[in-house]
């Protein structure tokens, strides 16, 4: 029991704190909505055992490496594959190993908590990893992931997840989410739709892509209204298996909403590979309204995840390629860059748009306003850097006055990590309690309110804007 | 006594409360000083009952409506009348129903802090306003804007308004200012002088209304001469009523110092409406430098009110007009705008610039570094949005280490909401002594002086800056 | 004992404050690495007296003469020298007493912490400054400094200094450095290599002190070769006279890593004054590169200082010329601006590329990201204005949960007031405490981590990050 305090995160004030825990002891137990992240379904369809620790906890967590990467250690002796296929380190022993040498990296950082969140309440180990407890705590989890409470369906059920929802492409057959429904297993396990390589003219591949798109739609995707059709056929297509959103990750949050004519001759020249960065941005704008409109006809709740420069190093990603903690946040507009959307459709009460970001300043200063004031926007929680106790809490500080409890959507982990979903969902109820309890505690909402918010922040919300 | 805690929005440190609650018993029944806002001269030129509970509260606040519109609630429920004239709901008490049954969407927000301390303290309302409470309280409040003591200039007198400053248009005639000076009572009303009509190029109707401009102070408003005097004629107007400033609202922070030649080119061509997007915003840019030097001719105080993107909703604006709740702030440089008037005149310490922002990345890396070197510049406090507990903290935070206290100017409630003035001028005081007693707490200012300075913030600064 | 409470800085609440003090107590006596700043060699090499007290904490302060001009006192009256050599006060203690009149000014800033800490704890002076205690203050300070333990030299050992950097240009010939060796004193006081006046274009004279620098070198300063010989040459006579760094201060952090044919061509246009302001802007981007490249071999520390609007007043610079409080942040972008010279050196381990910023937007969305996955990259310091409590605080909150604390370099006071350095490493110590109190309080720390953190904070990274 040494390595979490049972109130954490809560406010220092003993009074506020008090009632953070009472607030918190309330939710604490709440099953875990996970409306949006990026686990692999194949885990809870193939239910196999986890491999070994390093595997689990470093070799695919960005935030883990990175880290370990900015103070000097190679990627490669972490077992970071390269895009070469070339040699890099294989035994999980080693590299978890050089991880807990310098464990001490993590400090003040939310993947300590989460880390340290996993390693006791999910695998029992009670003393801080370092280089004295690496060997005992890589035999302790590796133990563990041989037994049958430790496979993915019994750490689902485990971890109290109601649902979950992954990522797949347009493209993506959706094997794993079939296999699932087909295995009579109760878990419930969900798509969305992220249709980036079919919408992206700067995708490599792009008119390969929306080939292939046309063939398995049967649409002819040649043209502008085929290519569209196709979408819809396919967004039919993933709601069979649960989906209930779409997702965005574009450079910016641009929107257009050109005239069809517009529109048909971007797609025409993006096809062709003949489109200026301008053009390509325009389309992508553009893309995002007629899934708005496509939202409208379905259901599907619409995400914008806009403002990464994606792969930064670019010795980085010729070595290693995509998602190797180099996606940096930019400067983001949305004022100017979401009104043409919010013209079409932001006043419609029946769609929901959710918006996400990754600069700060924008918190306050336009999308709380926006989200204040237009019915169809919601504003997505702490993102990505954000996930974690600050982030939380400027998030809450600086979008609550303007846009209050109810344009925001609860918690989502957006996490590729499985094991930290419990973790990331407990941090946000804490962090989340100690905001109420600071507002209790000055005078801001009565307490008996304060318990009802709790409750739609940490389930209820998600729930209702994910329509899950 | 159900509403608010007498401690409310202080720290909750029980100490560092302690302190702040013996400055704002210092403070708390200083009289109003009210030098910027929205109230309208006819109330207390005419002295009528306010209407209904739900046009006192609901219909004109943008605050309240945008909350309710950006939850599916349409404008036209609420009453808020329609740009064509066409039917809105009329019945004050439905309206009012709307409102208490989704009054939870106010949590955490200022409008709920304004709102019940209104209720309250105004209206002695003693029960959290709900579906439950709705026709209680509708009727409770109803009652009392019958009594002569719910006039509007007995409500004047007992919110203790030592001095307010409404807002007028060069063109007004300022009859109810006129009527309220004529009818001999004591509640200092003054105005303020707010060119836009005549100094935007992009104003609907501009050279209309510089032509009447011209009738109306007998200048010859065709030459750039006879304009610039207009304006000294009706400054001058001004200042019998009382006006000690003027204001400007632009959608960026942009000034200009022009040669006479290329100033008296640009007011041609917008005479004609021939002005480019860019010369329309060069001549606002301008006229904001010759404003400066009006007012060091006639020492009135010069508010620069940036940065708001205006109406942003095509369908509301058409719907509905103006000032819906659709006005969403944006990024706003400083340095490179303000740099032309500060060249100018920012030197002279007989000038009062006061500069506001609704861009909070501002305030410390722009605003409190300009007003911290110049003696001309002085900041206004934490505006609209900002207008809140979390945003006045952020405002002292942000500024004081760089601009001190002293080269900030106290606070103004800038509203049209008449009840809520009170509440908001406690707000200020309440968050101003819980940042002085923070400061006492952790060793950077002594008790006497946080006293000191605690007036100065409820109330001489405001009166020494606005010349009150 | 009056102006500092030993408690000072520390959270309010008592037990997070009994772990911040306990804290601060292990590291309060540590010596100070001061490994960038601006004090004069020339003191130190000389050790004669300080003048009068208004020479020593007035006159040479930009902090504090732009905070008494701001509100109308004028620079000729704080003794401020005019460039036209014009008449100004020369009466210390007429510059002494209006600065003390006006003392109040200072409230909530951290001059006030920095001077009172001098005030105290340097000349043992025990009551707070003011109109009535001016003279009795100026007395005790001007009869200290005639003692001999008040010479630079001892106050340096009282200090507690263990090394400290000036910065000098490479046209210095480091005389005072020379004359400080020669001496046989053992303070370790070190130069660093700050090249404004030959690699910036636009830097007035260019032309003629590139020609100076390679008379200075024995090389060609006419061709591209040369010039970059000559700083191999002359950062390598920096390092004889202790330097371990480079400093740049350009208006942008803008880098370029442009081909030796592009780079010696721009190179040749500047010679000339043939350079437009976006080639200027290039040259220098692309020297920060030649300079990182050139760190690679010689293993200086490159620091850069990016983001000020200089001398933003053109009277105020007209009149008293440079530095005189009137440089201004402004919005910095990292992402694009760092790329260059991160793609080129970006992921050597041996490479230290210290950033510091004006743009408090950007610890979080940029900072913190890069800093967190480029190993060649460290985040200076909060910086100028940030160099204060709350911008300490906010420094920690916004940047260690992306990239640790291992990922910074400690505290730098970046200095030319003397008596203000223990002051402001004591602010820097306590707030650090502070922070680190906070998570061991919300359990996001073990106490025993906690202390070795502060420690890291307090001297040790300053120590490694800077090779001292």
Redesign the interface.
Known sequence: MAL??P??????????RGIARELYQSVADKPIISPHGHTDPRWYAENRPFPDPAQLFITPDHYVF??L????ISLESLGVPRADGGPTETDGRKIWRLFAENY???????S??WLDHAFESVFGLTT?LSAETADAAYDQIADCLQKPEFLPRALFERFNIEAIATTESPLDDLRWHRMIRDSGWKGRVVTAYRPDSVVDPEFDGFADYVAAFGALTGEDTATWEGYLNAHRVRRAYFKEFGATSTDHGHPSARTENLSRQQAAGLFAKALKGACSAEEADAFRGHMLTEMARMSLEDGLVLQIHPGS?RN?????MARFGRDK???????T?Y??AL?PL??AV??E?GLTVIVFT????SY???L????????A?RLGPAWW??D????MRRFR??T????????TVGFNDDTRAFCSIPARHDVARRVDCGFLA??V??????EE?AH??ANDLAYRLAKQAYRL
């Open positions: 979490l305090t109130d954490r995160l809560f406010p220092a004030d003993p009074r506020t990175r880290m990467f900015s103070q000097g001490h990296l993590f400090r003040g950082t939310p300590r908590l801080r420069y930064h190093s670019a010795p980085v903690g180099f996606d940096i946040p930019t400067r507009d004022v100017r009104k919010l013209d932001g006043l009460p990754l600069d700060e300043s306050s200063r336009e709380a306003p926006l989200a204040g004031a237009y019915p926007l850097f954000f974690s106790p600050e982030g500080e600086l609550t006055e303007t846009a209050g409890f109810y344009n600071s507002l505690a000055t005078g801001r909402l009565d309110e009802e918010v």
